[in-house]
């Protein structure tokens, strides 16, 4: 592991976040490899975080690889389960919580930079700020564009959840495999400067604790942020589950995470699925 912690100020992140400790790696395969690791580790303190300026085999769910070009904000939280009341059936809504507190950091950015859109030289349509939306079960949006991307992990009999998230900060999609330009979008091509990637880091772990508390004392959060945060609210939505394919208009997220749809068959709660299309 090289050194890089000047890029990220440690100190700052323990003295401004709820992280207790920070690992920062040059280059590593996956944080969420690393994080899984040390989680394993039961003299380790949590929440830790693990940072990476370059992963070179960064996940996304099932079979999906994640891109990180230089400029990315990529790094995972390991995180006791008894200290925030969480167990592995809840990695939906710890998903969800973590896009909502994503959602909410880039909200609160981009309003500073009131002239923010999606640049010209970007196929489709403008973007604003109240355009960044979470979409079930682990991506934030700007527009239809992915943003971010969460995956969370939990191994049987680890007290410990794993929390991944991959921000496209600084890494500009000019720069990126001709398959994302039209799909996903940074921060740096829509605000026309380079971001502080340790700004946006902070604001984006206080806004995880936040949401970490009122999962934990159970207050709802779900339902009272998803109309005006789901991209898919009210949409008619195709999702691929393992059962196979449903469709169904969105009326709203469980408390657990659940996705609601209105099929034919009266409301129908989706847990895990992929979203194959919304309208
Ligand atoms: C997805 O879009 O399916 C989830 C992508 C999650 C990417 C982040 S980047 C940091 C952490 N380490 C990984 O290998 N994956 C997550």
């Given at each position: 592991?090289?050194?890089?912690?000047?890029s990220?100020?440690?100190?700052?992140?323990v003295?401004e976040?709820?992280?207790?400790?920070?690992?920062?790696?040059?280059?590593?395969?996956?944080t969420?490899?690393r994080?899984?690791?040390?989680?394993?580790n039961?003299e380790?303190?949590?929440?830790l975080?693990i940072?990476a300026e370059?992963?070179?085999?960064?996940?996304?769910?099932?079979?999906?690889?994640w891109?990180?070009?230089?400029?990315s904000?990529t790094?995972?939280?390991?995180?006791?389960?008894?200290?925030?009341?969480?167990?592995?059936?809840?990695s939906?809504?710890?998903?969800?919580?973590a896009g909502?507190?994503?959602?909410?950091t880039?909200?609160?950015l981009?309003?500073?930079?009131?002239?923010s859109?999606?640049?010209p030289?970007?196929?489709?349509?403008?973007?604003?700020p109240?355009?960044?939306?979470v979409?079930?079960?682990?991506?934030v949006?700007?527009?239809?564009?992915?943003?971010?991307?969460?995956?969370?992990?939990?191994?049987?009999?680890?007290p410990?959840?794993?929390?991944?998230?991959?921000i496209?900060v600084?890494n500009?999609?000019?720069?990126a495999?001709?398959?994302?330009?039209?799909?996903?979008?940074?921060?740096?091509?829509?605000?026309?400067?380079?971001?502080?990637?340790?700004?946006v880091?902070?604001?984006?772990?206080?806004?995880?604790?936040?949401?970490?508390e009122?999962l934990?004392?159970?207050r709802e959060h779900?339902?009272?942020?998803w109309?005006?945060?789901?991209?898919?609210?009210?949409c008619?939505?195709r999702?691929?589950?393992?059962?196979?394919?449903?469709?169904?208009?969105?009326?709203?997220?469980?408390?657990d995470?659940?996705?609601?749809?209105q099929?034919?068959?009266?409301t129908?709660?989706?847990?895990?699925?992929?979203?194959?299309s919304?309208?």
């Amino acid at each position: 592991m090289q050194d890089v912690s000047e890029s990220f100020d440690v100190e700052r992140i323990v003295a401004e976040t709820f992280v207790r400790s920070v690992e920062v790696h040059d280059e590593i395969g996956s944080t969420n490899d690393r994080a899984l690791a040390l989680a394993k580790n039961s003299e380790i303190g949590t929440p830790l975080l693990i940072l990476a300026e370059r992963q070179t085999g960064g996940r996304g769910r099932g079979a999906n690889r994640w891109w990180s070009g230089p400029g990315s904000l990529t790094f995972s939280l390991v995180l006791s389960t008894s200290d925030w009341s969480l167990t592995s059936e809840r990695s939906p809504v710890i998903a969800l919580t973590a896009g909502l507190a994503v959602c909410e950091t880039v909200r609160a950015l981009l309003c500073k930079d009131s002239g923010s859109v999606i640049p010209p030289w970007m196929p489709g349509p403008p973007a604003h700020p109240s355009d960044v939306i979470v979409k079930w079960p682990n991506d934030v949006l700007i527009g239809r564009r992915k943003l971010c991307g969460i995956l969370v992990e939990a191994r049987a009999g680890l007290p410990r959840v794993v929390v991944g998230i991959g921000i496209n900060v600084n890494n500009s999609l000019q720069d990126a495999p001709p398959e994302l330009r039209g799909r996903a979008v940074s921060l740096v091509d829509v605000s026309s400067r380079p971001l502080d990637r340790g700004e946006v880091l902070i604001r984006a772990l206080r806004q995880i604790e936040a949401g970490l508390e009122r999962l934990r004392e159970n207050r709802e959060h779900l339902q009272q942020y998803w109309q005006e945060h789901c991209a898919l609210a009210g949409c008619i939505v195709r999702i691929d589950t393992a059962a196979g394919p449903v469709v169904g208009r969105c009326i709203g997220i469980a408390e657990d995470g659940a996705l609601l749809l209105q099929t034919e068959r009266g409301t129908e709660r989706i847990l895990s699925g992929v979203v194959a299309s919304y309208e």
